[in-house]
């Protein structure tokens, strides 16, 4: 483990915002990850871990505890129980698109979609990182995690981080407890070995993205490109001279909403139905089974509406920003807050809860934010 000098969030953030904390380490290693998680827990404290830096949004002032930074990589190919496929066990500070360029360069198939998706391997299960259609919980087995103040590292399977929409047990939520208070070491996936040959798209979200009208296999690489081609036209492409990427990527979710709530919205509103949950247990007392088991009841079920849409429809466009502010939305996606330039945490809250209050008077509901916040009120 390594002193760093504390240097600003705001040098380290996609978003470009936040001041030093008062201490910084670095783990090169698993080792030393562990060893220095430990000894914060020991001392007391407020803590966090910090990878890409491209899902947080850090407030102004100095962060009042440690910020650990996580600098293990490295990728290891092993045997899957299932007829054609592969495991990649990856470390978690791994560059996620270098993962990404990786198994598509040996057609392994999965993660393509992803591509382009800043930030590092172990933020992806936190986030249930997805594109186009894609998301990781499709091909994540486990994750090799720390618990607070837990003596030993341990492996999670996936079924037991509580994926869902952009969300699992290890996220952090804007005014909510985190339901799991852990540290990923590594991550494993299970991927399709496709080589050579490419595959058949089957995703609607991902054939309209790609443009694709029949169903002939297609190379990894040639949706790799096309999928950084369409990044790279909504700013959503890490780049130090454009602006539009000075972002945390969507800062607002999609609205996860009730069937009937959704009819209530214009239905030129893009929306997307929530797939149910197939595997729910019903659990019966002995003391009550009578020798047959109740007809579950059909649950309202839920979707998925564009918060870009709400945005935009709310009176809100590409490019806004308010008077003399830093901060802007993107000229090229209206999901996007970026910085403009020296824009402070205050500027781009202050964009934030602007934009959230003309969704809510427009359709009566509330964006919640995407990135982790530390030091930022909305």
Same mark, same amino acid.
């Given at each position: 483990?390594?002193?760093? =000098?504390?240097?600003?969030? /705001?040098?380290? %953030?996609?978003?470009?915002?936040?001041?030093?904390?008062?201490?910084?380490?670095?783990?090169? *290693?698993?080792?030393?990850?562990?060893?220095?998680?430990?000894?914060?827990?020991?001392?007391?404290?407020?803590?966090?871990?910090?990878g890409?830096?491209?899902?947080?949004?850090?407030?102004?002032e100095?962060?009042?505890?440690?910020?650990?930074?996580?600098?293990?990589?490295?990728?290891?190919?092993?045997?899957?129980?299932?007829?054609?496929?592969?495991?990649?066990?990856?470390?978690?500070?791994?560059?996620?698109?270098?993962?990404?360029?990786?198994?598509?360069? /040996?057609?392994?198939?999965?993660?393509?979609?992803? *591509?382009?998706?800043?930030?590092?391997?172990?933020?992806?299960?936190?986030?249930?990182?997805?594109?186009?259609?894609?998301?990781?919980?499709?091909?994540?087995?486990?994750?090799?995690?720390?618990?607070?103040?837990?003596?030993?590292?341990?492996?999670?399977?996936?079924?037991?981080?509580?994926?869902?929409?952009?969300?699992?047990?290890?996220?952090?939520?804007?005014?909510? =407890?985190?339901?799991?208070?852990?540290?990923?070491?590594?991550?494993?996936?299970?991927?399709?070995?496709?080589?050579?040959?490419?595959r $058949?798209?089957?995703?609607?979200?991902?054939?309209? =993205?790609?443009?694709?009208?029949?169903?002939?296999?297609?190379?990894?690489?040639?949706?790799? *490109?096309?999928?950084?081609?369409t990044?790279a036209?909504?700013?959503m492409?890490?780049?130090?001279?454009?602006?539009?990427?000075? *972002?945390?990527?969507?800062?607002?979710?999609?609205?996860?909403?009730?069937?009937?709530?959704?009819?209530?919205?214009?239905?030129?509103?893009?929306?997307?139905?929530?797939?149910?949950?197939?595997?729910?247990?019903?659990?019966?007392?002995?003391?009550?089974?009578?020798?047959?088991?109740?007809?579950?009841?059909?649950?309202?079920?839920?979707?998925?509406?564009?918060?870009a849409?709400?945005?935009?429809?709310?009176?809100?466009?590409?490019?806004?920003?308010?008077?003399?502010?830093?901060?802007?939305?993107? %000229?090229?996606?209206?999901?996007?807050?970026?910085?403009?330039?020296?824009?402070?945490?205050?500027?781009?809250?202050?964009? =934030?809860?602007?934009?959230?209050?003309?969704?809510?008077?427009?359709?009566?509901?509330?964006l919640q934010?995407?990135?982790?916040?530390?030091? $930022?009120?909305?």
């Open positions: 483990m390594t002193q760093a =000098a504390s240097v600003p969030l /705001r040098e380290l %953030t996609t978003l470009r915002t936040g001041a030093a904390p008062d201490i910084m380490r670095e783990a090169s *290693s698993t080792t030393d990850l562990i060893a220095e998680l430990r000894s914060v827990w020991e001392r007391g404290g407020d803590w966090f871990v910090l890409g830096g491209s899902n947080l949004f850090a407030g102004d100095p962060f009042d505890g440690t910020v650990i930074r996580i600098l293990t990589s490295g990728i290891e190919e092993l045997p899957s129980p299932h007829e054609g496929r592969i495991r990649l066990r990856v470390q978690a500070g791994h560059s996620w698109d270098d993962l990404v360029a990786y198994a598509v360069g /040996r057609g392994y198939a999965g993660i393509e979609a992803m *591509s382009g998706i800043p930030g590092t391997v172990g933020a992806a299960p936190v986030q249930n990182v997805g594109a186009y259609g894609q998301e990781i919980q499709e091909t994540l087995v486990e994750v090799e995690l720390i618990d607070e103040h837990a003596e030993a590292p341990m492996v999670a399977p996936a079924a037991e981080l509580g994926l869902g929409f952009r969300t699992s047990v290890l996220k952090h939520h804007y005014g909510e =407890a985190q339901g799991r208070r852990a540290v990923i070491l590594s991550v494993t996936l299970d991927l399709a070995v496709t080589g050579d040959a490419g $058949v798209v089957r995703g609607e979200q991902l054939r309209r =993205a790609l443009g694709l009208e029949d169903y002939e296999p297609v190379p990894l690489s040639w949706v790799r *490109s096309r999928i950084l081609q990044r036209a909504k700013g492409l890490l780049d130090d001279a454009d602006p539009d990427t000075w *972002s945390a990527g969507s800062f607002f979710q999609n609205a996860i909403v009730p069937e009937h709530v959704a009819r209530t919205l214009p239905p030129e509103c893009p929306r997307w139905p929530v797939e149910p949950d197939l595997d729910a247990v019903t659990v019966i007392p002995l003391d009550s089974y009578a020798g047959v088991s109740p007809r579950p009841e059909r649950p309202e079920g839920l979707v998925k509406v564009s918060a849409w709400l945005i935009e429809n709310s009176g809100i466009r590409k490019g806004f920003s308010l008077p003399r502010s830093r901060a802007g939305v993107s %000229t090229k996606h209206a999901l996007a807050l970026t910085n403009r330039g020296g824009a402070s945490a205050a500027e781009l809250s202050e964009l =934030a809860r602007f934009i959230q209050s003309r969704v809510h008077a427009e359709y009566g509901l509330l934010p995407e990135p982790v916040l530390v030091g $930022v009120d909305l």
